[in-house]
């Protein structure tokens, strides 16, 4: 586990919206530095009962059945040995992840996903169902609507650089997963048209809920230029939406520029947009109140979930 260091790092700009925003540093700090090991169980590759047959790694349940807190590589009782065995053996080196049955990925980013209603097609029938993820690599995401959806619900995965997508390909071919279909593009001007059911708009960020790197390096100019490539590809994503089908937005930072905002922008350019109920088994907060999609929203800190920040809207198109 990593140590705090006094003062905390912060560009003047971080440090002036974590006093706008009135967020608790060290809350805010701790679980980011000390930050958790988590996996999922992939279910696609193996049950859970056959798992904990088999597999010799120690892990905590969170509030999502398939995810886990990584302990160590031996089941132990005391908790401190495992967190010591963590940081000696790496998750990536057990048979478990070349096996395919589970896949490192932080708590908080398994949420965005698990906010869709997968179980009841929001639009049809189950073979009518299309998902799209706009911005898909590294494919954690991807890979997890493969497994909620049991590999039986075709799924375009696109990403703008071919090293990131080749990535993404090794990520699904170790998870097993044969429902996606990757192809390389902009996000930001994706052509299809009323298509998919759902849609996963996970987009490139400042990264503040999670880099510490970010935490000393942004200035309000990256937000201005990440915001703008946002806002295109909101637009973009809900274009490709079916007429009551649902977009999910997320972010992994915490600027209402990057989050708040852009959904606002959603709202003020397509009318057919609404906003939907999100429903997530963890605690989060509503947005900022001085804007018009904050009462829809879910904004997950550290201290939620003990992982990183995200932030995440459900949005539906109307007829």
Avoid at 23 to 48: A, Q
Avoid at 56 to 65: E, F, I, V
Avoid at 156 to 178: E, F, P
Wanted: with cysteine; aromatic share 10%; hydrophobic share 40%.
């Amino acid at each position: 586990m990593r140590c705090l260091s006094a003062p905390y790092t912060f560009s003047p700009y971080v440090r002036g919206l974590l006093e706008e925003l009135s967020i608790d540093i060290d809350g805010f700090v701790k679980p980011i530095l000390n930050r958790r090991t988590y996996v999922r169980i992939n279910t696609l590759k193996v049950s859970l009962g056959r798992f904990f047959e088999e597999s010799g790694l120690a892990l905590r349940q969170t509030a999502l059945p398939y995810a886990f807190e990584y302990l160590g590589s031996n089941k132990v009782a005391d908790e401190e040995a495992s967190m010591e065995k963590t940081s000696v053996k790496k998750i990536g080196k057990t048979m478990e992840y070349f096996m395919g049955w589970i896949h490192p990925q932080a708590f908080s980013s398994m949420l965005p996903p698990a906010a869709f209603n997968l179980r009841l097609p929001c639009c049809g029938s189950a073979e009518e169902m299309r998902i799209l993820d706009i911005a898909a690599a590294p494919g954690s995401k991807t890979s997890q609507l493969a497994q909620l959806t049991f590999n039986r619900v075709p799924i375009v995965a696109v990403d703008k650089r071919i090293d990131r997508l080749s990535l993404l390909v090794s990520n699904l071919d170790r998870l097993g997963v044969t429902s996606v279909a990757v192809y390389r593009g902009d996000a930001r001007v994706f052509s299809s048209s009323q298509l998919f059911t759902h849609v996963l708009a996970d987009v490139p960020c400042s990264s503040l809920g999670s880099s510490v790197y970010a935490w000393k390096k942004t200035n309000r100019h990256r937000i201005r230029d990440m915001a703008r490539v946002q806002r295109r590809i909101i637009l973009s994503a809900f274009d490709a939406l079916k007429p009551g089908g649902e977009l999910i937005y997320s972010t992994c930072t915490i600027t209402p520029e990057e989050n708040e905002a852009v959904v606002d922008h959603l709202l003020q350019n397509r009318p057919e947009a609404k906003l939907l109920k999100i429903e997530l088994p963890v605690s989060f907060e509503r947005g900022l109140s001085e804007y018009e999609s904050s009462a829809h929203v879910a904004r997950i800190y550290p201290w939620h979930v003990n992982s990183e920040a995200f932030f995440i809207a459900k949005i539906t198109k109307e007829s």
